[in-house]
């Protein structure tokens, strides 16, 4: 059964390094029908995309996040990680990673989420 699963410190200090992880299983993060995304979502806000890894290896970010994330790998261990530098409050949220299929540019597989709270 494919899943997707995130992992990670519930709270965070204002100003650290967030860092998440994203376990994938039942299939191979390498699959090439498959871009590997991180979504967050903030109290009584919307969905707010942070950006992927592709099956190669390359990402793309949202340029709301783009000077303070980064997205990488782990082939070895078919896991995709999020770093997110200088949190504040406001990256208070559910975060949640997902899987795009290629072909029609639709998320089809989505992990139960990891709430996040930045505070001292």
């Known amino acids: 059964q494919e899943q997707l699963q995130e992992s990670g410190p519930g709270l965070v200090k204002p100003s650290q390094t967030l860092s998440l992880i994203c376990t994938v299983s039942?299939?191979?993060?390498?699959?090439?029908?498959?871009?590997w995304n991180w979504i967050r979502q903030a109290p009584g806000k919307g969905l707010e995309y942070i950006g992927y890894i592709s099956h190669t290896g390359n990402s793309y970010y949202n340029p709301a996040f783009k000077s303070r994330s980064s997205i990488s790998w782990d082939t070895s261990k078919n896991q995709f990680t999020l770093q997110l530098s200088s949190v504040t409050p406001e990256d208070t949220a559910m975060y949640y990673c997902?899987?795009?299929?290629?072909?029609?540019?639709?998320?089809?597989?989505w992990g139960q989420g990891t709430q996040v709270t930045v505070s001292s």
């Open positions: 997902a899987r795009l299929l290629s072909s029609n540019w639709l998320y089809d597989l």
């Open positions: 039942g299939g191979s993060i390498t699959n090439n029908l498959y871009y």
